[in-house]
């Protein structure tokens, strides 16, 4: 026996030495040139040698089921110099078109709406002629746009997409606050077509949550305390109000006077729970209730410290849903925000412009099982920065982004200072004091009104930054035009070799619930070890005033992984992947494929 057993210690230690070799080199460590060929020369180095590695850093070779390490901490790059109209509200839809749009009431924007000459008459205007755009639709492979015609106030609405992709926009200020406003996927010259006064309740600062069958569940707004259910593809249907008390418990009473409102629980973060419930926050507690009944299912303590929604807007988001035999486990984070006096101190209505306070945004973050009936709030470890107004983001890997935001001050106009330049990688399954990472900083501030968002070639795109009732751009923090893309972590130049690519053409797009479905994928050097790979999908959110609504991350079981073709299985139903479209993403070792669309029903 002693003969076979040295030889097996030997075969281990061997790729274990070579592991601990590269690995204290450091992760971007220069582990010198390759040598070419004899001689060198030539484009193969020498004949019968195949062709050259380039000299450079050379990302070192992780264990079996390790990701790839990199001290990368991305890089910016402006997308766009000059999109013409401020990105207020935002929704990627399935064609690739960043579709966003800010306000139609408060004047011109800083582009025209074309083809020129087209100034139709604006209600929102008393009826003036507005040749101005409010809404573009953003080519986020080209950079290109074109101008959308929107009627209506959309201001600080919300919205999600419906099933067959077409987007819907929900509610607004003056005459759109009870309007439904649908575009097309399909019609490549679409504009927005509006439904007045079709909602139960005004929809001002409301939020949006997709349901299992499509439809949408559109939760409170100022002096709205009530949700209700809006059915998808119809712009034509019988309203049916839901009053909710909660959502008056929570807010913060207005002082007396025109416009004197505080709130605290405006824009309230929603998820829809694998059993078909959804879970409400608003302000510093949260509820989860059944949507088609209006009962409450549960109430949770009180999330101490401070206000976390409009206008102290901390952000929230869901944990990837992993998605398997057993059940499924939902865990949701909220992080930042603000005090609960921190808008009264500050903003021009409530204080004198001498006596204002920018009180210092919160850093605490805040884990919660919200399925496990006997959980509480799990204090997180703290951000490296405060941060209000911020945008946290799924990427394709399951960690998440934070970006964009203040880390003074509140949401509104003027009520934000010093900008947070520097984007925050966070993993939530690292030890505690590992799971936040500062990223390369930009030099854009995005205050109030701007937006951030994942797209398919795994950067993100930044727009957006307007804390002013018009379009200012000699003032601090001026109207922000330009359009920017983050590439994280995981775009490392020196691990681009090991990026998968997948065939969209060979691969299945539309996804039926539970079946397995098929992903042609190549592998540097041929093949993965099925450890190796995650598959996920992302929903992609409607994003505004810090909150990605419907933004969800689902990990799929995979079946087989063998010959660039990847067997894996599809979600089990719309409470875990409401029906419409996804953006999938093969991920090997940490590094993600461009991500393709699929549909699921």
Known sequence: MSPPLKTSLHHLLLPLCLIF???????????????????????????????????????????????????????????????????????????NKAVWFDT??????????????????????????????????????????????????????????????????????????????????????????????ILADKRWYSSNQILEDGSAVVVGGRNSFSYELVPPHLLEFAPKKF??????ETTVPRKPGPGMYIENNLYPFLFLLPDGNVW???????ITFQPRTGKIVRQFPKLEGGARN?????????????????????????????????????????????????????????????????????KEQDMPSGRCMGDLLHLPTGDLLMINGATKGVAGWENAIDPNFTPVLYTPNKPMGQRFKEMAPTTIARMYHS??????????????????????????????????KFSPHYLDPALAIHRPVVSPEASDKVLKYGKEFKISVKFNGGKA?????????????????????????????????????????????GKIAPPGYYILFVNFRGIPAKGIWVHID
Not at 110 to 134: I, Q, T, V, W
Not at 455 to 469: E, F, I, Y
């Open 21 to 95: 070799s590269v690995a204290t080199a450091g992760p971007n460590a220069n582990l010198g040139p390759r040598k070419s060929g004899k001689g060198g020369k030539g484009k193969g180095g020498g004949k019968g040698r195949g062709p050259a590695i380039p000299v450079g850093p050379v990302p070192p070779i992780p264990a079996a089921g390790n990701d790839f390490q990199t001290n990368f901490k991305g890089s910016w790059a402006i997308d766009n110099p000059n999109a013409g109209v401020a990105a207020m509200q935002f929704q990627l839809m399935s064609n």
């Open 104 to 197: 139609t009431s408060l004047g011109p924007s800083a582009r025209e709406l074309g083809p020129p000459g087209n100034c139709p008459k604006s209600p929102e205007m008393n009826f003036k002629p507005d040749c101005y755009a409010h809404a573009i639709a953003y080519d986020v492979e080209t950079g290109q746009s074109r101008t959308i015609y929107m009627d209506g106030e959309p201001w600080c609405s919300s919205g999600n997409l419906w099933p067959n992709g077409d987007l819907v926009a929900t509610g607004g200020t003056k005459g759109g606050s009870r309007s439904v406003r649908s575009l097309s996927l399909k019609d490549p010259k679409a504009n927005f077509v509006e439904k007045k006064n």
């Open 243 to 248: 009053n909710l008390k909660f959502l008056q």
């Open 280 to 286: 409400l926050f608003a302000n510093d507690r949260a």
């Open 310 to 378: 409009y206008p102290p807007s901390g952000m929230s988001a869901l944990f990837p849903l992993i998605v398997g035999p057993r059940e499924i486990h939902a865990e949701v984070v909220v992080c930042g925000g603000n005090a609960q006096e921190a808008y009264a101190s500050v903003d021009s209505k409530h204080t004198n412009n001498k006596k204002r306070v920018f009180m210092p945004a919160l850093r605490d973050c805040h884990r919660l099982k919200v399925m496990n009936p006997t959980s509480t709030w799990e």
């Open 451 to 484: 937006v951030a968002a994942l797209v398919p070639d795994g950067k993100v795109l930044v727009a957006g930054s307007n804390p002013h009732a018009k379009y200012l751009y000699k003032v601090p923090y001026p109207t922000e035009l330009r359009v920017e």
């Open 529 to 573: 070890n099925p450890q190796d790979v995650k598959v996920t999908m992302l929903y992609p959110p409607f994003t505004t005033h810090g909150f990605s609504m419907n933004q969800r991350l689902l990990v799929l079981p995979l079946k087989t992984v063998a010959n660039n073709l990847i067997m894996a299985v599809a979600p089990p139903s």
